[in-house]
């Protein structure tokens, strides 16, 4: 990432990215919290706390009219792409005025107004869909671009193979994200994973691939803008590994005793993503109570 200074950097671009991950952050404390406390949640909740980066990363640079698809960790990736918060939390809670009517749940969440076109349960799945989504796009003559972002444990399943490959031979105008929070439900992604990894299978069918910090937002924006225009002018599907941290369990009510001790508390400490964004606004000269009010008003 190019050093920052108070000349170089888009103060209003930065406050806005810290809008989008807090209230990410702030739904999901309630998504959990409806689910564990006051048991109004059907279902599992599959929070992405400490991946907020990411979402809102990989999300900024789209067009309204661009389209996304998502995995069962989908909240932050709807959200970011401008959904309603409220229609959101009513899906999770089986409501009338849900986003799906309530029907979809949080694994399920889909909003065709801003063409996101759903978070999917079945690991990987959303790889084939998107990249139909993505030949749709070409058919049509369009010059909007599919993002799909799926996990690193779907990696390992057969639609990653069909999906990159249709998109190569097509030559479709997709984005392939794998958000890697180094974990494949409760088991250790590397321990599971062949070869040197998503990117290196990626490349191997002919994308070209990049591997980004998934928790420094400003870096996956900067990286994603380019990688959309190139794909926006008919060159050809890419591949963005992006490496981040599931600061919680797989679910709600997962504790995640699997991993090591003090991994989690490590992460949390010294690479959360909001925290690494609060201290680049600081660095750059913005007053402490400008990055508070941006909390409390996600709150």
């Given at each position: 990432m190019k050093e920052i200074t108070s000349a170089n950097y888009d103060r209003e671009r930065g406050l806005k990215l810290l809008a989008v991950m807090e209230r990410i952050r702030a739904f999901e404390e309630n998504a959990v919290l409806a689910a564990e406390r006051d048991k109004l949640v059907l279902g599992a909740i599959h929070p992405s706390f400490g991946q907020e980066a990411s979402a809102a990363g990989v999300i900024w640079p789209l067009r309204k009219d661009d389209y996304m698809i998502s995995t069962h960790r989908g909240h932050g990736h709807t959200l970011a792409k401008g959904a309603d918060p409220i229609a959101m939390m009513r899906e999770l809670l089986g409501r009338e005025g849900g986003c799906c009517g309530g029907k979809g749940?949080?694994?399920?969440?889909?909003?065709?107004?801003?063409?996101?076109?759903?978070?999917?349960?079945?690991?990987?799945?959303?790889?084939?869909?998107?990249?139909?989504?993505?030949?749709?796009?070409?058919?049509?003559?369009?010059?909007?671009?599919?993002?799909?972002?799926?996990?690193?444990?779907?990696?390992?399943?057969?639609?990653?193979?069909?999906?990159?490959?249709?998109?190569?031979?097509?030559?479709?105008?997709?984005?392939?994200?794998?958000?890697?929070?180094?974990?494949?439900?409760?088991?250790?992604?590397?321990?599971?994973?062949?070869?040197?990894?998503?990117?290196?299978?990626?490349?191997?069918?002919?994308?070209?691939?990049?591997?980004?910090?998934?928790?420094?937002?400003?870096?996956?924006?900067?990286?994603?803008?380019?990688?959309?225009?190139?794909?926006?002018?008919?060159?050809?599907?890419?591949?963005?590994?992006?490496?981040?941290?599931?600061?919680?369990?797989?679910?709600?009510?997962?504790?995640?005793?699997?991993?090591?001790?003090?991994?989690?508390?490590?992460?949390?400490?010294?690479?959360?993503?909001?925290?690494r964004q609060k201290e680049v606004l600081t660095d750059i000269g913005v007053d402490h109570s400008a990055i508070k009010a941006i909390h409390n008003a996600a709150q």
């Open positions: 749940g949080s694994m399920h969440i889909a909003d065709f107004s801003i063409n996101m076109l759903g978070a999917n349960g079945v690991v990987g799945a959303n790889i084939t869909i998107g990249a139909g989504a993505a030949h749709g796009v070409k058919l049509k003559g369009s010059d909007q671009i599919v993002v799909d972002i799926f996990g690193d444990g779907a990696a390992n399943r057969g639609p990653f193979l069909e999906g990159l490959n249709w998109a190569v031979i097509f030559e479709l105008p997709i984005l392939f994200v794998c958000e890697d929070n180094q974990y494949s439900a409760t088991t250790k992604t590397k321990t599971v994973t062949g070869g040197d990894g998503p990117a290196a299978r990626a490349a191997a069918l002919g994308l070209p691939t990049l591997t980004l910090d998934g928790n420094d937002v400003e870096s996956i924006v900067d990286s994603v803008m380019a990688c959309i225009a190139r794909i926006r002018k008919g060159g050809g599907p890419e591949f963005l590994h992006v490496i981040t941290y599931r600061q919680k369990g797989h679910t709600s009510f997962d504790k995640a005793a699997y991993r090591p001790a003090g991994e989690a508390d490590t992460q949390i400490e010294t690479n959360d993503p909001i925290s």
